[in-house]
């Protein structure tokens, strides 16, 4: 049956504004939202409470598996409970991309985490947002989009996020770490980050998060009829 649920999925980099959008999108439409780095921020995070050493590939599958993972749409933001523990803040720090990037590349954490990501795929619809959602989790989806930007801007936008948090960061340094971030995501063995072959593309760059949105609405049927 879940099979016929509809389902958007929403691919791009760090900093493309994937997560935004897809939950615009998805209240807009009023169907389920999914976002899949969550998962593996928060195996990240797990990790990180257990001090795991992340090169040690069987303990991280362990923590994936044992790892409770919930979320809770009822406010403004998504907030994401981790073993029973409200996470959402340090899902969202540097530390916990960085852990989630290299857990990602772990094929084992990957096939465990597979099946978590299509049981949100429930009735009216889902919205997925990732880096393999079109290619890998929902390969049979109605629609599909890549979103891009420029790695100057990406980096522009988690410099302002932060400092807003007032975490202390430097553009320089974010710059990095989103391309040293791209080039793991893009060469990895397992599910590399690439547009699927029917995703529609839109480069962000310079671009109102209203106009995306609308962009990605009139790629559905419904919304054109």
Known sequence: MTATVPVLTIDGPSGSGKGTISRAVAQRLGWHYLDSGALYRAVGVAAGWADLDLDDAGALVRCTFDTTIGFDEGGEELRV????????????????GAAASAIAAIPEVRA??????RAFRVAPGLVADGRDMGTVIFPDAGWKVFLTASAEERADRRYKQLKNKGVSVTMDGLLREILARDAR???R???PLRPAEDAVRIDTTGQGIEAVVERVLSLLPARNA
């Open 81 to 96: 409970l981790v073993n029973g523990h409200d996470a959402t803040d340090e899902l969202r720090t540097e530390t916990a």
């Open 112 to 117: 465990a985490l597979k099946d978590r990501q």
């Open 185 to 187: 995501d893009a060469n």
């Open 189 to 191: 063995a397992v599910a």
